[in-house]
């Protein structure tokens, strides 16, 4: 059974950094796709960030240059390193495995709030 486990977030002025962790089992970590996606107040949960086993990293347009996501293979974690932050970066957030069809082990989240 996969479970995941956010922590960090909370809240920050307009152009502030935070930073959220993500902690996975039930799965072969090392070997797995794993996103951060985000849920603003009122609308779809979007995918935001992607990161291969091997490091490969992909950005959503609206975060590139200003998030950064990483991983720790030994520790089944990712973490998201979020600079620059905006107003309209308030969301919850929430990892997952983007290649997983129809994936539902969501976690709780990490609220993240920028004030302006």
């Known amino acids: 059974q996969i479970q995941v486990v956010e922590s960090g977030g909370g809240l920050v002025q307009a152009g502030g950094s935070l930073k959220v962790s993500c902690e996975v089992s039930?799965?072969?970590?090392?070997?797995?796709?794993i996103g951060w996606y985000r849920q603003p107040p009122l609308k779809q949960r979007e995918l935001v960030a992607t990161?291969?086993?091997?490091?490969?990293?992909t950005y959503a347009d609206s975060v590139n240059g200003r998030f950064t996501i990483s991983r720790d293979n030994a520790k089944n974690t990712v973490y998201l390193q979020m600079n620059s932050l905006k107003p309209e970066d308030t969301a919850v957030y929430f990892c997952?495995?983007?290649?997983?069809?129809?994936?539902?082990?969501w976690g709780q989240g990490a609220q993240v709030t920028v004030s302006s």
């Open positions: 997952g495995l983007p290649n997983v069809h129809n994936f539902a082990d």
């Open positions: 039930g799965i072969i970590f090392s070997i797995n796709v």
């Open positions: 990161i291969t086993g091997r490091g490969r990293t």
